[in-house]
């Protein structure tokens, strides 16, 4: 039998940000940056949800549905250190953390009860010690399954336990939304109404054929979830199998929509900048460099290329981000930029050999470089072309691009 328990902690950023200054505990709190500005919104407070406002909401948004919210700007350096204690807290637990966003984790106890007791008792030692270790709450889910344990801990929410005893999954999963399942967005619950199916219940009763004909291969892990199984793109790997980043991205909003050429450039090289300096950071390569480009009308585009060498230098991604950005640019203004490492390796692969010694030539350059970036902060050193970009870095409590955040079919 295994033993997964799925930890999230409570409003992460809003919460870290109340140790830094608690006289927020308790309001309804916006962090993400001003009001007058044009980001979204990247975590709201209990307090703030009440009103209607959620991540990714404009932020002007947010401030017509509680214009006595406080907004504060997001500190990525403050989650980044309380991410990490979360961590050091998980690994007492169980070797076999992985954690599937900066505030989320799964674990695997399979095992571990003659160390941590019965599953419910380990869960509220786990609680304890995650609010003694970082000061902070969170919820917990446990069952036979990473899905239930995730659903669970949702459901926990705030600062609860919930242990589904083995056998009990369906009667838990049942009566709920079929959103409630992960991977479920709207468009596979718009999908999944208009078959007349809205509780989880409804959707486990259903015959496998039906919904592979309907919905593919997605409706095969639909299925198999509905059951309370790992089913689908999720949960491929075992938990912590290969801690590393599916892939690494930046993006931007820009505070008014541009179509200056070099305005986007300049952010294009240094969105590259910020992506090749985490792929160092993390030691690893990226082999497929992807733009995203957001129009003022918020129609969304993708564009991708494969390299032919992996890379972690700035140049090289910045300019392939630049060729695909120019091919795929229609030259209306742009609201939002993105840029993405994706198939990354942990190591070169094969170097290009005529390239090695610009390449190496490169890599000493940027060592340089970042260790300046460390003294005096990333804004200190930065190629030429990305000076003129006025940049803000946005951070987002639930990134798309996090492992185990994206199902592989959905949307
Ligand atoms: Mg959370």
């Not at 979360?86 to 160390?115: C, H, K, N, W």
């Not at 190629?383 to 803000?392: D, I, N, Y």
Request: glycine fraction near 8%; proline fraction near 4%.
């Amino acid at each position: 039998m295994k033993t997964f328990f799925h930890v999230d902690m409570d409003a992460f950023f809003v919460s870290v940000e109340e140790l830094f200054d608690p006289s927020l505990k308790g309001k309804p709190v916006v962090v993400g940056g001003q009001p007058d500005e044009r980001g979204v919104v990247s975590a709201a407070s209990y307090a703030a949800r009440k009103f209607g406002i959620h991540s990714a909401m404009p932020l002007r948004t947010a401030y017509k549905l509680c214009p006595q919210a406080i907004f504060v700007d997001g500190h990525r350096e403050r989650y980044l250190e309380y991410s990490e204690k979360v961590f050091v807290v998980l690994q007492q637990f169980s070797p076999r953390v992985e954690m599937a966003s900066i505030d989320e984790a799964y674990l695997d106890l399979t095992g571990t009860e003659r160390l941590h007791g019965p599953p419910l008792a380990a869960a509220h030692r786990l609680h304890e010690a995650m609010r003694r270790g970082t000061s902070l709450n969170c919820s917990i889910g446990a069952s036979t399954s990473r899905l239930v344990s995730k659903v669970a801990s949702d459901q926990a929410k705030p600062n609860g336990v919930l242990w589904i005893m083995p056998g009990g999954e369906a009667r838990f999963l049942g009566p709920l939304d079929v959103r409630k399942i992960p991977g479920v967005g709207k468009v596979t619950e718009r999908n999944l109404h208009a078959c007349g199916i809205r509780k989880v219940r409804d959707l486990a009763a259903l015959e496998e054929a039906f919904l592979e004909e309907r919905f593919g291969k997605w409706g095969l892990a639909l299925a198999g979830k509905a059951r309370g199984e790992d089913a689908g793109g999720w949960f491929d790997g075992e938990v912590g199998e290969g801690d590393d980043p599916k892939s690494i991205s930046h993006e931007h909003t820009f505070s008014v929509d541009t179509a200056d050429t070099t305005a986007i450039d300049a952010m294009l090289v240094r969105l590259a900048e910020m992506v090749a300096r985490r792929l160092r950071d993390h030691k690893l390569w990226t082999r497929t460099v992807q733009i995203k480009l957001r129009y003022s009308d918020f129609s969304t585009f993708t564009r991708a290329k494969t390299l032919d060498h992996a890379t972690q230098i700035d140049t090289e991604l910045a300019e392939a981000a630049r060729a695909l950005f120019h091919r795929a640019w229609s030259g209306k203004a742009i609201r939002l930029l993105g840029v993405y490492a994706q198939s990354l390796e942990a190591d070169e692969g094969q170097t290009n050999l005529l390239e090695e010694e610009k390449t190496e030539r490169w890599r000493k350059t940027l060592k340089a470089v970042d260790r300046l970036r460390d003294k005096y902060g990333d804004g200190t050193v930065s190629l030429a072309a990305s000076l003129k970009a006025g940049f803000r870095a946005r951070v987002h409590e639930n990134p798309e691009n996090l492992p185990g955040k994206t199902p592989k079919k959905e949307e």
